[in-house]
């Protein structure tokens, strides 16, 4: 059943692993990977496409192991399997939603996953099955970021919504600076010029160079992933355009 119609037409999300983490944000805690589900539901509902991208930082983060001395490809490749088993673990909980979905890996392993196939991936979006893309890239030293800045432009996305715990970017750390403000809108250019944290330096460049907007928000505020895709202004947009506007309040 499809309600009101949405304002974009094909979006893809960018979820930390920590969003589907336990206490302690390790592992997989199966309710909130579910309560996660079911924002991706009502989404569905609405007709939009949804493609996810899923981190792997509640499982393992090949950085933190290659700065302990770990070879960093060895260790980049862990992670990369990490995101892999939470792509399942989401797969499974969109499932008992009732949506038809598919898990597409960068790294192949045919037991468990589709191969990363762009022309696959985008029937299968035209189909309405909800895509989980997982391995990364395939390749060591780029982060998930880079592979949700990759595959929108790749299956031809309208915008990036960066799922996170706090509602938006800020002008400075809020939890050491009470005078840093959010960011309403935020150009390319500035989050990379004042290393702003939205995304990693390659992932921004990336979207800058394809015209790709990314919307940081409050995944875990109540309704937050349905009033953007309604239309709300939710977070903090970062796009092309010069005019930087401040949360005033």
């Known amino acids: 059943m499809v309600s009101n119609p949405a304002k974009y037409k094909r979006i893809l999300i960018k979820l930390s692993g920590e969003a589907l983490a336990g206490e302690g944000e390790l592992g997989i805690d199966t309710n909130k990977t579910f309560s996660l589900a079911g924002q991706i539901k009502e989404i569905h509902n609405t007709g939009v496409q949804i493609a996810l991208v899923v981190g792997g930082g509640n499982m393992i983060r090949g950085e933190t192991l290659a700065k302990s001395g770990m070879e960093r490809a060895t260790a980049d490749y862990m992670g990369m399997l990490g995101t892999i088993m939470n792509a399942l673990a989401l797969q499974d909980a969109c499932e008992k939603q009732g949506m038809f979905t598919r898990v597409l890996s960068a790294i192949e392993m045919k037991s468990v996953a589709e191969?990363?196939?762009?022309?696959?991936?985008?029937?299968?979006?035209?189909?309405?099955?909800?895509?989980?893309?997982?391995?990364?890239?395939?390749?060591?030293?780029f982060t998930t970021d880079t592979t949700a800045s990759l595959r929108a432009v790749e299956v031809g996305c309208e915008v990036i919504l960066k799922a996170t715990k706090v509602d938006g970017v800020y002008t400075a750390d809020p939890k050491k600076d009470p005078t840093a403000n959010r960011y309403l809108q935020v150009s390319f250019m500035e989050s990379i010029k004042h290393r702003l944290k939205v995304m990693d330096s390659t992932a921004l460049s990336l979207c800058m160079d394809?015209?790709?907007?990314?919307?940081?928000?409050?995944?875990?505020?109540p309704g937050n992933l349905k009033r953007l895709i309604d239309g709300e202004t939710i977070g903090t947009l970062i796009s092309n355009s010069e005019e930087v506007i401040e949360d005033g309040r």
């Open 115 to 141: 191969p990363y196939i762009r022309r696959r991936a985008v029937r299968h979006l035209e189909k309405n099955r909800v895509i989980i893309f997982a391995g990364g890239t395939g390749n060591p030293y």
């Open 210 to 221: 394809n015209n790709m907007p990314i919307i940081v928000f409050d995944i875990f505020k």
